[in-house]
């Protein structure tokens, strides 16, 4: 009987390591979640940068050189 003691402190060990166990599996996927809804997100930007860096340069292109000129000096 003196195992007994012993025992139950184990199984009580192994059942809050199971506990936390499951909790760390769900924080894990909603971690997951969130990077990949960053992920996106910073795709999205990228694109929008991409976008509007393109529409600076075509109005940039249109400008006339004499107006480009005086503003690099």
Request: without cysteine; charged residues 35%.
């Amino acid at each position: 009987m003196a195992q007994t003691p012993l025992l139950e402190n184990i199984f009580e060990r192994v059942d809050r390591l199971l506990v936390r166990h499951e909790e760390l599996k769900r924080t894990n996927i909603l971690l997951e979640e969130q990077v990949a809804q960053l992920l996106q997100e910073r795709d999205s930007m990228k694109t929008r940068l991409q976008t509007a860096k393109t529409r600076v340069e075509s109005l940039l292109d249109r400008l006339p050189a004499e107006v480009l000129s005086k503003e690099s000096k």
